[in-house]
Structures are given as C-alpha cells and as structure tokens.
T-cell receptor, first 116, second 115 residues
Framework: AQKITQTQPGMFVQEKEAVTLDCTYD???????LFWYKQPSSGEMIFLIY??????QNATEGRYSLNFQKARKSANLVISASQLGDSAMYFC?????????????FGKGTSLLVTP | ETGVTQTPRHLVMGMTNKKSLKCEQH?????MYWYKQSAKKPLELMFV???????ENNSVPSRFSPECPNSSHLFLHLHTLQPEDSALYLC??????????????FGPGTRLTVL
C-alpha cells in the first residue's frame, strides 16, 4: 500500500500568489516525520521543510509552511508569494519510527508551474 | 565544497561496461544512502550505510555493488547493467540514520543511461 499520496500531478499558479500542494500519508506509527522536497529540472532534491508527528504547531520556513492535520493524516505544503524559480517537482515524504527502517517514503510528486 | 556532491553528473555506458558512481558529503553525517529515481516512479531506496556499515539493502540486483570506505564517501559500482537501469541515482546523507526526525540531504544526482 502506498504510504504517501499526492493527488495533484500538475499545478499552475500565478506569480506572487499562494499555492497549496496536497499530501496525505498512511502509517500506524505514533512517531514519524514528514518532509517536503523540491526537485528542479537539474535533478537535485532540495529539502524544504520538516514536521514531526508530535509537533503541535505547523512548521514554517520562510515562504514555506506545512499545514499539518494529524487526524486527517494530511501534510499539505503552502507556498506563499510564488516566484518563477518555484517551478519544479515537489515531493512529500515520510519517515516512520525507528523500527520501520531507514527509508524515506516518497510520493509521486506534484509538478508546479509558476506563470508570470 | 559544501553539502553532498556526486560525480559524474552524467554517465552513458554499455551493458558490458564497469563504472562507479561517487558520492561525498561534507556535513559530518553518520548515515549515507543510495536512491534510484526512474521515470514515473517514486524514489526507491537502494542501500543505507550507518557509520560505514551497510544496514539496509532493498532487494537490489547484484549488478549494483555499494562501498562505503569512510563516513564521508559512498560509491556505487556498476557492472553488466540493463537498459532498464537507466535512471537518476541520488545520494543522500543524514546526521543519525535511524530516527524519524532525521533529515536526509541529497546530492545533485548522476543521470545514468545504459545502452
């Protein structure tokens, strides 16, 4: 069963507007971490933001914020004031507890295009 | 150099060739990873090293052989590959390894084409 689901294969947003990228996850662990990465066409996977399962407040990093709804198992990424350089693939990933191995489980990604 | 570096960035090889991918991390991390990213598939974890010891091997064919001589360097030795092995190979490192808070930092990847 897929652990991370990203239902939006592609998204468009106009420059300076905000955009939300959806992510739902599936785990029975109490302790887990949720991550978002950005992958430009160059290929590098760039870490954006982290949310721990026990964190009570939503994580924020500059223009990125994570809308964490634990009961719904949802971890959406919000990008405020989009810039042209934000055009890339965005991946949601989850790391489960210590006894679940080392893997980051990635979703299939959302392609974001920022238009002028 | 900072972060995680990978060489070469692009590699084209025949099915009978032997080549190696190199990864180096300058972050003082204890764990290193190899991932494979194929078109239209999620990233797949291949190997994990923690403190230079291989701790995870996700049913990867033996034509891929990892090596971790020290905590800063990771290699992926390739031999007799198949065309379906063409993919982006990403190296990552993380501070600790086996905790859910551990953030993995990735290199730029090696784009491999097998003819």
């Amino acid at each position: 069963a897929q652990k991370i689901t990203q239902t939006q294969p592609g998204m468009f947003v106009q420059e300076k507007e905000a955009v939300t990228l959806d992510c739902t996850y599936d785990t029975s662990d109490q302790s887990y971490g949720l991550f978002w990465y950005k992958q430009p066409s160059s290929g590098e996977m760039i870490f954006l933001i982290y949310q721990g399962s026990y964190d009570e407040q939503n994580a924020t990093e500059g223009r990125y914020s994570l809308n964490f709804q634990k009961a719904r198992k949802s971890a959406n990424l919000v990008i405020s004031a989009s810039q042209l350089g934000d055009s890339a693939m965005y991946f949601c990933a989850m790391r489960e507890g210590a006894y679940s191995g080392y893997a980051l489980n990635f979703g299939k990604g959302t392609s974001l295009l920022v238009t002028p | 150099e900072t972060g995680v570096t990978q060489t070469p960035r692009h590699l084209v090889m025949g099915m009978t060739n032997k080549k190696s991918l190199k990864c180096e991390q300058h972050l003082g991390h204890n764990a290193m990873y190899w991932y494979k990213q194929s078109a239209k598939k999620p990233l797949e974890l291949m190997f994990v090293y923690s403190l230079e010891e291989r701790v995870e091997n996700n049913s990867v064919p033996s034509r891929f052989s990892p090596e971790c001589p020290n905590s800063s360097h990771l290699f992926l030795h390739l031999h007799t590959l198949q065309p379906e092995d063409s993919a982006l190979y990403l190296c990552a490192s993380s501070p600790q390894g086996l905790v859910s808070t551990d953030t993995q930092y990735f290199g730029p990847g090696t784009r491999l084409t097998v003819l």
